[in-house]
C-alpha cells in the first residue's frame, strides 16, 4: 500500500516536473517557431490563409531574396566582425582582470568594484548622446571599430564579474601547488586555471556573442552607412512607410539565429561544469 | 638535503599579528613537526618558508641563503598540501611529471623518475587514471609522489593526512616517516594532531597565539612541557590539573589540595602561603588500587577502549583521569584509591602557565 502511495506521488512528481519545462520551453520557443512559420509562408498565402500552425504550401522565396537582393549578406558579416572581436577581446580582458579580483589583494581593489558596478546602473539611452559626441571626432562613428569599442567596454564590467566568480571557484592551492612546482604565476594561470576555466570562459564568450550580435541602439545611433550596419539594424529596412515585408523580415531573422546557434553548438560541451571535480579532496 | 633557518619572523595580515617573533634552526635531514591548535601560526609559518606569504619581518634562511625575495618556484622545496592540490585536467603520470616537464628535463629520464616514485608509492597502475578516478588514499599518494619526483631541499607537509579516515592515516604515518628514512630530506610538518607530531617527529615545535611554546623531541616535550599549554597539548588522554594551595607544614612550603599535602614546592621557589598552583599529573602516571590508606577518589566514569580503560573520578572535589591498562574490576560510583609518584607531579604557576 506504502509502495503503491509511493509510486502515485513519483508520477505525479514526474508530470509536474515536465509539465512545468514543457511549459516553459513552449513559451520560449513558440515566437521562434513563428518566426520560422512566416519565414517559409509565400506572401499570398499570408494574409490570406488566416490563423494557420503550418501554412498549406511552403515556400522559399523569402530567403532567396533575403540573401540575393538585399545588403542583408554584408549585415551579417558586420555583425559577425563585431560580435566576433567584441567576445574575444571583452574575454581577454574580463579573465585578466577577474583573475585579479579573485587572487591578489590590491589597494583601491573595492573602489574599482564599486566604480564596475556604477557602469552598470545608467540605461544605455543616456550615454549614447555623449558617446556619439566623443566617438564623432574621433572617426568612430559609421565604423565597426566604434562599435565593438562600445560593446567591449559596455561588456566587460559583467563579464569581469562572471570570470571572477569561475575563478574563485578553482581552489588556490592548485596555483601555489604549481609555482612549487616551478612555475611563474602566469604559467600556474595559464597552464592549471585557465584550462580549469573554460567552462566559465566559453559561458562568458556566449554570453558576450549574443549580446553584440542582438544589439540595436547603438549599433542605429552611430552607424548610419550601409557599409557599417549590423544586421539588426539591417532588419528595420524591411519597415517602409506603409507596409512591413514581414516574409523577408522573417527570413532574414531565422538565418540570424544560425551564427548563435552555431556559436552554442560549438561551446556547449565547455559550458557543462564537472571539470574541477577531483581537484581537492573528495 | 637542506637547513633551514628561521630567525625572528613576524607576519602580520591587516592588523593581526600571525607570527610574533618565531626563531628556529632546522638541521639538514630532520624532521620536524610543527603542532598547535588552528589559528596558532604554524601554518602561516609553512607558507612563508615555501614563499606563498611574503615576511612582514624577520629572515628564512635556505641552506644558510637569505630567501625573503626569493620566488616559490626557485626555492626548490615541495609542498604536500592538506587539499592534496592535484592537477584535475592531468592524469596522474602527467601531476607527477608536471615539475620536470617545466624545468625541461629529457623524456627518458622524466618517465624513469616517474616511474621509480610511482613504484615507490604503489601508484604504477593508476599513471592514466585522472584525480577524480582515484580514492582519498590514493590522491594523497599522488600528492606525495610530486613532492618526491624531483628531490627537492625539503619537504614541506601542510596537515596532509587530516582528510584520511583514521586507519589510512595511521598507515600514512608510517609511510611519511619510512619515506624520510629512506630519503633523508629535511621534512616540516604541520599537524594539529599531537598523535602525529609524538610518532613522526625527530623534533615538535609547539607554537600557540603565534609564539612557539616550547622546541623539543617528542620525549622532552611530553616529560618536561615548559608550561601549561604544552603540558595539555601533549599527551592523549590530556594532563589531569589540579588547583592546589601553598602551605606551610614543619618549617617547608607544600602544596596541598583541600589541605592534603601532596607534594613540597620546589626549592627556590618563591610561592606565598596560600598562593594557588596548578598541579599537573598525567593519567596514566595515577594508579587506581584499593589499598585504604591512600587519596580517596570516587569513581563518576569509566571509558573502556579495550587496550586500557580511562577512569573519571572526583578527587577533593575535581575531576582527575586515570588511565590504566590493568583490568581492576571498579564501578560508577564506587570509592577508589589513587596512589602516584611525587616525582611525576608538574607544578605551574596559574597566572604565566610557566612551570615552577
Known amino acids: ?55 498549406s504550401q511552403v515556400g522559399w522565396e523569402h530567403y532567396w531574396s533575403v540573401i540575393h537582393h538585399t545588403d542583408f549578406p554584408l549585415f551579417f558579416w558586420n555583425s559577425s566582425i563585431v560580435s566576433c572581436c567584441t567576445a574575444v577581446l571583452t574575454v581577454l580582458f574580463a579573465a585578466l582582470a577577474g583573475y585579479a579580483f579573485s587572487r591578489f589583494i590590491f589597494r583601491g581593489k573595492i573602489w574599482l568594484v564599486g566604480f564596475l558596478l556604477v557602469t552598470q546602473m545608467f540605461p544605455l539611452v543616456m550615454i549614447i548622446a555623449p558617446i556619439f559626441r566623443l566617438f564623432s571626432p574621433l572617426g568612430l562613428t559609421n565604423s565597426l571599430a566604434g562599435l565593438v569599442l562600445i560593446y567591449t567596454t559596455y561588456n566587460i564590467p559583467f563579464a569581469i564579474f562572471l570570470m571572477q566568480s569561475f575563478f574563485d571557484a578553482v581552489p588556490k592551492e592548485l596555483e601555489e601547488a604549481a609555482m612549487i612546482d616551478g612555475s611563474t604565476r602566469f604559467g600556474a594561470f595559464y597552464r592549471i586555471i585557465l584550462p580549469l576555466t573554460l567552462p566559465g570562459i566559453a559561458a562568458t564568450l556566449g554570453f558576450v556573442f549574443t549580446a553584440a550580435w542582438s544589439e540595436l541602439l ?34 532574414a531573422g531565422v538565418l540570424a539565429l544560425l551564427p548563435v546557434c552555431i556559436f552554442f553548438l560549438l561551446i556547449q560541451r565547455h559550458l557543462v561544469r564537472g571539470l574541477t571535480a577531483g581537484a581537492v579532496k573528495g | 638535503m637542506a637547513s633551514i633557518t628561521i630567525e625572528n619572523v613576524i607576519k602580520t595580515f591587516g592588523v593581526v599579528q600571525v607570527l610574533k617573533g618565531v626563531s628556529l634552526e632546522i638541521k639538514s635531514g630532520e624532521f620536524v613537526v610543527l603542532v598547535g591548535p588552528s589559528g596558532c601560526g604554524k601554518s602561516t609559518l609553512l607558507r612563508l618558508i615555501a614563499g606563498l606569504e611574503s615576511l612582514t619581518e624577520g629572515i628564512i634562511k635556505i641552506d644558510g641563503k637569505v630567501t625573503n625575495d626569493i620566488p616559490p618556484r626557485d626555492r626548490d622545496l615541495a609542498m604536500v598540501f592538506q587539499s592534496y592540490a592535484l592537477y584535475p585536467h592531468m592524469t596522474v603520470e602527467k ?16 618517465n624513469s623518475t616517474v616511474m621509480h616514485s610511482a613504484s615507490l608509492l604503489g601508484l604504477a597502475d593508476l599513471l592514466n587514471r585522472k584525480p577524480k578516478q582515484l580514492s582519498g588514499g590514493q590522491r594523497q599518494r599522488v600528492a606525495m609522489g610530486r613532492a618526491i619526483v624531483r628531490k627537492p631541499k625539503a619537504f614541506l607537509f601542510d596537515e596532509p593526512l587530516s582528510n584520511l579516515d583514521a586507519r589510512l592515516r595511521e598507515q600514512m604515518r608510517f609511510e611519511i616517516r619510512k619515506l624520510h628514512f629512506d630519503l633523508g630530506a629535511t621534512s616540516i610538518y604541520v599537524t594539529h594532531d599531537q598523535i602525529e607530531a609524538m610518532t613522526m617527529a625527530d623534533r615538535i615545535v609547539a607554537l600557540n597565539h603565534g609564539i612557539i611554546q616550547q622546541v623539543g623531541t617528542p620525549m622532552e616535550l611530553y616529560d618536561n612541557p615548559a608550561n601549561l599549554f604544552v603540558a595539555e597539548f601533549i599527551g592523549s588522554p590530556a594532563m589531569n590539573f589540579i588547583k592546589g594551595t601553598v602551605k606551610k607544614i614543619v618549617n617547608s612550603l607544600t602544596v596541598c589540595v583541600d589541605s592534603n599535602p601532596l607534594c613540597d614546592l620546589p626549592i627556590g621557589a618563591s610561592y606565598s602561603i596560600d598562593a594557588e598552583v596548578i598541579i599537573g599529573l598525567r593519567p596514566e602516571r595515577i594508579e587506581i588500587t584499593n589499598n585504604q590508606t591512600l587519596f580517596p577518589a570516587k569513581i563518576i566514569l569509566i571509558e573502556t577502549t579495550g587496550l586500557a580503560s580511562i577512569y573519571h573520578c572526583d578527587f577533593f572535589g575535581q575531576i582527575v583521569k586515570i588511565f590504566t591498562t590493568s583490568r581492576i574490576d571498579f564501578h560508577v560510583g564506587e570509592i577508589a584509591f589513587i596512589n602516584f609518584d611525587v616525582k611525576d607531579i608538574k607544578l605551574f604557576d596559574p597566572l604565566s602557565g610557566n612551570r615552577i
Not at chain 2, 601531476?95 to 622524466?110: E, G, H, M, P, V
Request: charged share 15%.
Open chain 1, 218 to 251: 547603438f549599433a542605429l545611433m552611430l552607424n548610419s552607412q550601409q557599409d557599417a550596419t549590423t544586421f539588426p539594424v539591417g532588419l528595420l529596412t524591411f519597415i517602409s512607410k506603409f507596409s512591413v515585408d514581414f516574409g523577408q523580415m522573417m527570413a
Open chain 2, 95 to 110: 601531476n607527477l611529471s608536471y615539475s620536470l616537464r617545466l624545468r625541461k628535463f629529457a623524456k627518458d629520464l622524466i
Open chain 1, 1 to 55: 500500500m506504502a509502495k503503491s502511495n509511493f509510486g502515485g506521488r513519483n508520477i505525479i512528481y514526474w508530470l509536474a516536473h515536465y509539465s512545468v519545462i514543457a511549459a516553459y520551453l513552449g513559451l520560449a520557443l513558440f515566437p521562434l517557431f513563428w518566426i520560422f512559420k512566416v519565414s517559409i509562408t509565400p506572401n499570398r498565402l499570408l494574409y490570406s490563409e488566416g490563423i494557420r500552425l503550418w501554412p
